[in-house]
Structures are given as C-alpha cells and as structure tokens.
C-alpha cells in the first residue's frame, strides 16, 4: 500500500530564506506527484505536477524535483514570503485509477 | 466563473442525522471527487466518479453514498451520521482525465473551500 509522508510537519523561517520541503512515498512505481497549497479554512490549490518520467518541474519560485529510485520529491521555495506561509501537501498517482494519495502536509511560517 | 462550490460550509449534525453535503461545479469537468481531511492524517479518498451515471469507491467510503445524475453536481449524502465522520469534506473535479504519466492539465484538481462537519 503506497504511503506518502512530509517531514516536518512544521516549518518556522525569516523572510527571504531559501527553503525546501520534503515529501517521500514508499511504492516507487508512480505516474505523477503533485505538488499543492492550501491556505487556512480554504481548499487546495495546484502548484506543480511532475510525471514519473521527469526530474523537476519550475514554476517561479518553486522548483519541485522527483526521484522515483529513492522515492523522493522535495519543493524548493525561493527567496521566501510571508505570502508563501501555508500548507504545502504533495500527493501521488500510483495506478489506473487517478486516485491521489496525500501526504498530511508540512505548514509553513515565513516570518517578516 | 465560479468553479467548484460546496455548500454547506459549516454544518453540526447529531449522531444518527442524515444529510447532504453539495458540490457543484461549472466546468464541464467531467471527473469529481470527495476527500476527507483530519487532523495529521493529510485527504483520504471517498468516492470518486469519471462522469455521470458512473461513481467508485475510494479509501474511506464506509457511511457515505454518492450519485452523479449531472455532470455537475456530485453530492455526498451521509445516510447515519456517526462522531468518526467528524471532518473537513472536499470536493474536487478535473477535465477528462488526461494520459497517466503526462503532464496534461487533465490531471490538475480543482477544490472548492471545504465543508466542516461536526457530528455530536
């Protein structure tokens, strides 16, 4: 059964940092992950998707890379902001049926 | 353009009580989706559909039922509200499902805001 866990599960930095946040699944044999946000009592919005084949994908200031050897994806956050504090939850498809299995996330504080 | 719309967003129910919590959405999605989401245990799949007259079993889906008549409306009933089904609910859709493994925008889910469900 696929697992998918983010560690930590709460990240504090000052503004301007560069960070990255970590997310590993245990069932190597996926066809995409999928990076997303979620901002409090709101739903979840789509940041990035990598299919199996690839190694990152970038959008702005995020970078999310993927190794599926070693069962592993990481969000990288650029020069960060306080506009950037959420939490950030990655998700993976592992068979036909498009179910997406979520890990329960990391929150995230950028303090001005 | 409203995309997808859960109603309603804050609901306390007895133990026992039925209801139903309603998604709707406007964009000719043909997939849709409900998730849970508790505390440190991230969304678990509930029931999903890839079009009307068509739905499944996801992860979780003991206590609730679900129909797809429309493409657009995907409600999720709970027949026997229990305390266990305390949670934040989350409806979700996405265009036809594009080819596993691509990057098609078919494969990025739309949320609505979440219902918050109490059960006494």
């Known amino acids: 059964k696929q697992e998918v866990t983010q560690i930590p599960a709460a990240l504090s930095v000052p503004e301007g940092e560069n960070l990255v946040l970590n997310c590993s699944f245990t069932d190597s044999a996926i066809y995409n992950l999928q990076w997303f946000r979620q901002d409090p009592g709101k739903g979840l919005t789509s940041l990035l998707l990598?299919?199996?084949?690839?190694r990152e994908q970038t959008s702005g200031r995020l970078n999310a890379s993927l190794d599926k050897s070693s069962g592993r994806s990481t969000l990288y956050i650029a020069a960060s902001q306080p506009g950037d504090s959420a939490t950030y939850l990655c998700?993976?498809?592992?068979?036909?049926?498009?179910?997406?299995?979520f890990g329960s996330g990391t929150r995230l504080l950028v303090r001005p | 353009n409203a995309g997808v719309t859960q109603t309603p967003k804050f609901q306390v129910l007895k133990t026992g009580q039925s209801m139903t919590l309603q998604c709707a959405q406007d964009m000719n999605h043909e997939y849709m989706s409900w998730y849970r989401q508790d505390p440190g245990m991230g969304l678990r799949l509930i029931h999903y559909s890839v079009g009307a007259g068509i739905t499944d079993q996801g992860e979780v889906p003991n206590g609730y039922n679900v129909s797809r008549s429309t493409t657009e409306d995907f409600p999720l009933r709970l027949l026997s509200a229990a305390p266990s089904q305390t949670s934040v609910y989350f409806c979700a859709s996405s265009p036809r499902q594009g080819a596993l493994g691509t990057n098609s925008g078919a494969n990025v889910l739309t949320f609505g805001a979440g219902s918050r469900l109490t059960v006494l």
């Open positions: 990598i299919q199996s084949s690839q």
């Open positions: 998700a993976v498809i592992t068979d036909s049926s498009y179910k997406l299995i």
